[in-house]
């Protein structure tokens, strides 16, 4: 196969497996080399770009509250998310034997 593409590339066709003759075994075209650690690029003075997301936001407790009004039946479980910190999930798969109203404590697994 390489054979008839060196033949190919040397009498003028060009494809992409074309270029990949005399780059190397199993480099694609669009490979820099071979792959470096980073204690290799941090040796070398680069370092590795910062991921800078976006500033959390929060309620406030008004706002806690005006969002358990509107959502009247189920106010209690918007102040249960909101205050507990819960995601969805962790509280639609919460049971009865997880939540300990006595010692008011809501055990989360998984």
Known sequence: MIGRVRALADAGFTSPQADWVGRGKGQHPHSRGP???LGEER????????VVGKPKRFLTHD?????????????????VLAYAGLRWGELVALTTRRVDL??????VSR
């Open 35 to 37: 792959r470096r650690t």
């Open 43 to 50: 040796r070398r003075g680069r370092t590795s770009p910062r």
């Open 63 to 79: 706002q806690v509250q005006a969002l358990a009004d509107a959502c009247a039946p189920y106010g209690t479980l918007i102040k």
């Open 102 to 107: 006595k010692r008011r404590r809501i055990e």
